[in-house]
Structures are given as C-alpha cells and as structure tokens.
C-alpha cells in the first residue's frame, strides 16, 4: 500500500485543481451572461434612439409638408375665387382648371404628406393629418364660395391643432 504522505498531497492538488476550474468555469459563465445582457441593452437603446431619432426627423418634416399643403390649398381657394369674379359670377364655382404648376405642386405635397403620415407612430397626429386632406378634397371638390371659405376656416385651425401636436411630440421626445 501507498503510504498516505505520497497520495494524499496528490489527491488534494488534483481535487482543488478541478474545484478551482470548476469555480473559474462558473465565473466565466456568470461574466459572459452579464456581458451578453448589457450588450442586449446596449443595442436596444441604440435601436430606440435610433426610432426615436427617426420620428423626429419625420415630424419635421411632415410640420413642413403640411404647410406647403395648406398653402397651396389657400392658393387653390384663391385661383377658384378670382377665376369666379374674374367671370363676374357667370360660371360655376370650382369649374376652372388649375394652372399646371399648382395643379402638379398640390399632387406632390399631397404624395409627401401621405408618406410621412404612414411613418407617424403617434396616431392622433395620423388623424390630424387625415383630417387636413380631407380638406383639401373638400375645397377641390367645393360647389360654391361658402362651402370652400367654411373648408378653408376649418383648414386654419386644424393646421394649428397639428403643429401644436407635432411641437407637443418633439417636445416629449
């Protein structure tokens, strides 16, 4: 038989070896677990900054569209006003044809507008924007003076009540 000063060391040099690899093996674990969670939060928050910096940069640009839009439906309020006069009352409200640069403006602010609305996360400003081109279709569609000045009345105080929920938004953001 071994005497016991030979395999005794031997026995506890190899049982703190893999006790101590074992420890070390569970503290690699347990450090790459916390590094894969903040990598995980780290690239949320980057992709919510991201969102966030995209939204932004959407409402700009929506506020901007949508006062082009409301300008040039003014200005189609106005070439169907002075068309009307122009003729003394003799044609119908509304019948004369846009001149082909308002015409094609109108058309492309519409197509941005619809764009932009689509990437809006937030949904009263979306039904905000629904509202102002209903509007317009409503004055490029109007069979009388009134009907186009009560559009274009509302037309002003919605646009209003949709750059106050953009600022509000960008505000919040």
């Not at 006790?19 to 928050?45: Q, W």
């Not at 439906?73 to 002075?82: A, E, F, K, L, R």
């Not at 317009?136 to 069979?143: D, F, G, I, R």
Request: aromatic share 4%; hydrophobic share 40%.
């Amino acid at each position: 038989m071994i005497p016991v000063e030979t395999w005794f060391p031997v026995v506890t040099l190899l049982a703190g070896t893999s006790i101590g690899g074992v420890l070390e093996a569970l503290r690699d674990n347990r450090a790459l677990h916390r590094e894969t969670i903040a990598r995980e939060h780290s690239r949320l928050e980057t992709d919510r900054l991201r969102k966030l910096e995209f939204q932004k940069g959407t409402l700009i640009e929506l506020q901007d569209q949508c006062t082009i839009l409301t300008r040039q439906i003014g200005q189609m309020h106005h070439h169907d006003m002075t068309t009307f006069y122009r003729a003394l009352q003799e044609e119908r409200w509304g019948v004369a044809q846009l001149p082909n640069g308002l015409s094609d403006a109108v058309l492309s602010s519409t197509q941005q507008v619809g764009k932009l609305q689509a990437r809006v996360a937030d949904d009263t400003l979306r039904h905000l924007v629904s509202q102002l081109t209903s509007i317009y279709a409503q004055v490029s569609v109007a069979k009388s003076e009134e009907a186009s000045k009560l559009q274009m009345t509302k037309l002003s105080a919605l646009i209003e009540a949709l750059n106050s929920r953009v600022g509000q938004l960008l505000r919040e953001a």
